[in-house]
């Protein structure tokens, strides 16, 4: 086992530390020992997660004395639904969780978010700490607190602010990754360089192809980067109330595409977050806050690693019902969308004063 590095996510009474390096997951039962309130927990996974660590997690929580619950959950964005939070919160009571108890998100996004959510409010509110296994869950979903489910309408519209007691991230867990999951992670990567950190951005120029390669090192450098540039933006603005709103470069628009294309698997998340940060870079440069080569830039470089930049060639995406989409995004207020922009890489901005003729004639272009 090997720390890389220790962030502190400085919330007063919810205050944590995000721990990221190697082989953590072998000594996940001592992690979690020191933020427990008593030797009992549930660790929720799914099912590819638990072929491929829950057998080495049981161990570490053996050796600690912890007793534990398995709970396997299907895979895929399916299960983050009302069904699947009813059937985890039931088999989460059935397993005699107390409030006083731990529950532990062993897996990528939708196990972060759906099993964060069933803590918050299972008894009013249980502990839980998170061990991401996706590169997008190591560098975002599993920081900050957001939780949630999708509905017909959209994506994480129902959902709780719960912030984790500790979330220990095992970059050697991400050598299991299929390649497409670790580039639609790394689409969450660049995000935080395009929107805060151009120097960011122009490491990733020239470290991507190592780091998506398999170089530890330059894992361990990406996720913990990122792991602090959230961390200093959560701190500053825990339920998004302003400057948090940065961290959603390329969501709103994303969101979109995956409700348009109903979660099927034309497009996962990462690939849809990819595609929204070109089209709101090609907004911004609608709207004269960037140049055009940023945006080539942008497209360039996602095109280079092999992410999409734009819907899959039978999206049978409607401009008028994409809008639609985007009026369900949680950023909304007074009926008037939010986007998230950029005055140029690595500066990225937060406004309501966006056109909607604006905005349907980027996505005139970027649909065709």
């Not at 007063?12 to 721990?19: A, F, G, N």
């Not at 534990?68 to 989460?92: M, W």
């Not at 092999?306 to 409607?318: I, K, R, V």
């Amino acid at each position: 086992m090997s720390v890389f590095g220790r962030v502190a996510v400085p919330l007063k009474s919810r205050s944590y530390d995000i721990v990221v390096g190697n082989g953590l997951l072998a000594d996940a039962g001592n992690f979690l020992g020191a933020v427990i309130n008593r030797p009992r927990a549930a660790v929720v996974t799914d099912k590819n997660v638990a072929d491929l660590y829950l057998a080495e997690f049981a161990k570490s929580m053996h050796d600690a004395n912890i007793d534990f619950t398995e709970i396997v959950l299907s895979p895929g964005e399916q299960t983050k639904s009302f069904d699947g939070l009813i059937g985890l919160a039931d088999q989460l009571l059935s397993a005699c969780i107390e409030r006083g108890d731990t529950i532990v998100a062993l897996g990528g996004g939708v196990v972060g978010d759906l099993t964060g959510f069933a803590a918050s409010i299972l008894r009013r509110g249980v502990q839980v700490v998170q061990m991401p296994t996706s590169l997008l869950a190591q560098v975002d979903a599993s920081i900050g607190g957001k939780t949630g489910i999708n509905t017909r309408h959209g994506k994480n519209l129902i959902g709780t602010f719960h912030q984790p007691a500790l979330v220990v991230v095992d970059v050697d867990l991400l050598e299991s990754l299929p390649p497409r999951e670790f580039l639609a992670g790394y689409a969450e990567v660049v995000k935080y360089g395009l929107l805060g950190d151009a120097d960011f951005f122009g490491w990733l120029e020239t470290n991507c192809k190592a780091m998506i390669a398999g170089d530890r090192a330059a894992r361990n450098y990406a996720v913990l980067a990122c792991a602090r540039a959230k961390a200093e933006i959560v701190a500053g603005d825990e339920l998004e109330m302003g400057r948090r709103a940065l961290l959603n470069l390329g969501h709103t628009f994303g969101h979109a595409i995956e409700a348009g294309l109903g979660y099927d698997d034309r497009i996962v998340h990462g690939e849809a977050v990819a595609i929204g940060m070109v089209m709101a870079f090609d907004l911004s440069h609608r709207m004269g806050l960037c140049s055009a080569d940023d945006v080539a830039h942008v497209r360039s470089h996602l095109d280079g690693v092999g992410l999409p930049t734009a819907p899959p060639a039978d999206h049978g995406l409607d401009v008028t019902k994409f809008v639609d989409h985007m009026r369900q995004d949680k950023k909304v207020q007074n009926d008037e969308l939010t986007f998230v922009l950029a005055k140029g890489i690595g500066h990225g901005v937060v406004t309501r004063d966006v056109p909607e003729s604006r905005v349907v004639e980027m996505l005139e272009t970027e649909l065709a």
